[in-house]
């Protein structure tokens, strides 16, 4: 066994160069030795990016590999079940990106597998690692918000209507806007208030997407462009949310427009991903008001990266890679695993199944 955490990218689209190889470079006990993804062109584009290491165009290369430690999955949704079992059965730690898999019995099977094979598991939950996001859980710890009664989010980008690629047909995404943005604001949520019981659900398609981006045809879309549920936690409170990739005017340099929030018998308090060293707070007769997040809470415990530098909003998707290493080297679970990727998929599969039927559905989430 090698020093370091010996890890492998599987994967080398926008994701991994954005979130993941940056997390390594900060982290001291993590080592990129090896990078698979099957487009030769842009596995040796990454070379010059990412500095000279092995290159495989075959995941089953990497599971086989006797000097790898963990891997990173950062592939289109259908491909992250078989890399997972591959990988989790030759003993690979495994940090797969969201959602898990393309339905919630994929998710599950993952976690299972993972768990029963003995390795640390994470899913890529990015938001949890927002300085304020962890700031508002400290909060509701702490009782500084009272009884948490009421979550909502909002997310919405201006993206193009143009072709979403992989991302816009069911058999290899699994769903649109759903799996891709608000699985992650129905993570967060129950990362704060614990698990949804029950949920109504609505999902839209707004554009066919039938133009990719270099002006050629493609099938249309069959996925959703605007995802929405109303949902009661277990602990009673309620919440709603609501995302989209096509609102216009909320470009924002890339960024968007998010906003989510805690009303509880106490406090509210507001988590915005443009802002995310700060929060908004407020008391009974108060109006909110921007409070900075504590020191403590601007980089995982123990990174060595600086707060002060890059931007905010984009920053701190790097510590992703901390909490998976720690939980790699300190031999314990990491947070968020697959059980969290699967409970916030059982949930996403319950707002589809709502609006299928015209009815509020109870998350059925069964793993054990
Ligand atoms: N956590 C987040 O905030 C976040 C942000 C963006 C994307 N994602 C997720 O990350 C994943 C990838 O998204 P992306 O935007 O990087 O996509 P992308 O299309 O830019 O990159 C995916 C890469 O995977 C490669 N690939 C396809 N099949 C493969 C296989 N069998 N083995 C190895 N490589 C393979 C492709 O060639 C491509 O280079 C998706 O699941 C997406 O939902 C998460």
């Known amino acids: 066994m090698s020093d370091s955490v010996r890890i492998a990218m599987v994967g080398a689209g926008a994701v991994a160069d954005y979130h993941h190889v940056p997390g390594i470079r900060v982290d001291p006990r993590a080592e990129l030795v090896a990078v698979c993804d099957p487009n030769q062109e842009l596995l040796q584009q990454r070379q010059r990016d990412w500095g000279p290491v092995r290159a495989v165009t075959d995941y089953q290369e990497i599971a086989e590999a006797d000097d790898i430690d963990a891997v990173i999955i950062a592939t289109p949704n259908f491909t992250h079940k078989p890399i997972t079992l591959a990988c989790a059965a030759a003993g690979k730690h495994v940090m797969c990106e969201k959602p898990l898999g393309v339905s919630f019995e994929e998710s599950a099977e993952m ?40 979550f909502r989010s909002q997310r919405f980008l201006d993206l193009p209507e143009t072709s979403w690629s992989w991302r816009q047909y069911k058999k290899l995404a699994g769903a649109g806007d759903l799996y891709d943005m608000t699985i992650h604001r129905i993570d967060f949520a129950q990362g704060l208030l614990g698990s949804i019981a029950s949920v109504c659900g609505a999902v839209a398609q707004f554009a066919s997407r039938t133009e990719t981006v270099d002006g050629g045809s493609c099938d249309p879309s069959e996925v959703d462009d605007w995802s929405a549920l109303i949902g009661r936690f277990e602990n009673g409170a309620v919440g709603v949310w609501e995302g989209s990739t096509l609102m216009k005017g909320r470009h924002n340099d890339g960024y968007g427009f998010e906003w989510a929030e805690i009303n509880g018998s106490e406090a509210s308090a507001v988590y915005q991903l443009t802002d995310p060293n700060n929060i908004l707070m407020g008391r009974h007769g108060e109006s909110l008001q921007k409070v900075p997040v504590p020191a403590e809470f601007l980089v995982a415990t123990g990174s060595p990266r600086d707060p002060s530098a890059g931007v905010p909003s984009d920053v701190f998707r790097h510590d992703l890679v901390w909490e998976f290493v720690s939980a790699i080297v300190e031999q314990r679970d990491a947070v968020p695993s697959f059980r969290d990727g699967a409970r916030a998929q ?14 509020w559905v109870d998350v059925a989430c069964e793993l054990d």
């Open 111 to 150: 976690y299972r597998a993972a768990r029963d094979a003995g390795i640390r598991h994470m899913t890529a939950f990015t938001y949890r690692f927002a300085p304020s996001m962890k700031y508002l859980r400290q909060l509701l710890v702490d009782g500084q918000l009272g009884t948490p009664r009421h």
């Open 346 to 359: 059982a949930v996403a599969d319950a707002v589809l199944e709502s609006d299928e039927q015209g009815r």
